[in-house]
C-alpha cells in the first residue's frame, strides 16, 4: 500500500489574530503541487520506519518522527490491539520549509494505517487527531484545495480553480515555523474576500496580487536568501505571481500551466531543491 504525501502550498496567508495560547488565528488558500513524499505500509513487527528518498537524511526515524506520532494517535484512537506495521518513507520534500512535508506525511499515515489496520474511523475522527499533530495536518488529510481559517481547523472549500502551473523553489535553509510566527511585527489582516471562481491563470495571479503571505518580512528578516528566491522566480520566463509559502523558506511562482513551470524551474540555481509542474487543482 502506498499513500501519496503532496506539499501544500498557501497561495496567500493572512494572520487574522492571536489566540491567547499563543497560536495564531489565519487565513488561508491552501493548494497542493505534484511534488510529494510517498509512504508505503506493509506487515511488520511492531510499529516501525524506515527512511530513503534525497530528503530521507535530514530526518531520523525517531519516536517523534511525525508518521510515527500519527501513527500511535490512530493506534491510541483504536483502542485494541493492532497487527504490526512495517512503515517507509521516502521523502522528497525538504524538511521544515513551509510546504507542510512533515504535515502530508502524517496525514498520508492517518490515511494508510485507518485503512491497513481497517480501522474506519471516519473523517471527524480522523481531522481530531491530525489537528493534535499539527496545524496543518487536518488541510493535509483531504489534500484537496481549501480555505483554511482558526488556527488551521476551520476548513472549507476553495473557490473553483483554473488549472495552472506552478514552481517551487527552496534555498536549502530550514526555517522553523515558531520563530518566524515569533518575529511578526504590526496590525493583524483581514481575512480574504475571494470571488466564487477564477477562469484561468492569469486571473488567479491577478486575485491573489491584491492579497499577501503576513510571514514573508519576517521569515526574510530570520532568512535574508528567500528575498533573493522571490527575485529568481519573478525574473522566470512566464511567472505570472511569486510568493512565500507558509512559514518558508519555500517560494512558489505561478504560471500559465505545467509544462511551462517545468522548463522555468529548471532555470533556477542547482543548489536549490527546485520543483515545477502541474498544481493540484481536483479537475
Ligand atoms: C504556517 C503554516 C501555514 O500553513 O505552515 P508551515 O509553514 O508550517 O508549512 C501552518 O499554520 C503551520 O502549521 P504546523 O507546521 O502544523 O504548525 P504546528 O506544528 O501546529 O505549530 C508550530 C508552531 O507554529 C506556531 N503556530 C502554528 C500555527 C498557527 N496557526 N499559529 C501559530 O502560532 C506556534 O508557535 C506553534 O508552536
Ligand atoms: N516526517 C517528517 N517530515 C518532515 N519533518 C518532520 C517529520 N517528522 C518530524 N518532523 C519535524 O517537523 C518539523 C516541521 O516540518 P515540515 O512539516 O517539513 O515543515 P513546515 O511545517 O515548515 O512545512 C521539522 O522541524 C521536522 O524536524
Redesign the pocket.
Known sequence: MIEDAPA?VNLHLHVTGRRADGYHRLDSLVVFAGASDSLRVGPGEGVTLGLGGPEGGA?AAEP????LRAARRLAEAAGRPLPGAALH?E?R??????????????AAALRALDRFWGLGLGAARLEGIALGL?A?VPVCLASRPALMGGVGEVLSPAPRLPAFGMVLANPRV????PAVFAGRQGAFSPPASLPASWPDAASLAEGLRGLRNDLEPPAIALCPPVAAVLDALDALPGTLLARMS??GATCFALFRDAAAAARAAALLPAAWWRWGGAARTGD
Do not use: F, H, Q
Not at 530550514?174 to 515555523?177: D, F, I, K, R, Y
Open positions: 501544500k530526518l517523534d518522527n511525525l508518521v518513507l521523502k520534500l525538504p524538511v521544515a520549509s513551509g510546504i507542510g512535508g512533515g504535515s502530508a506525511d502524517a499539527g496543518d530550514a526555517l522553523p515555523t507558509g512559514s
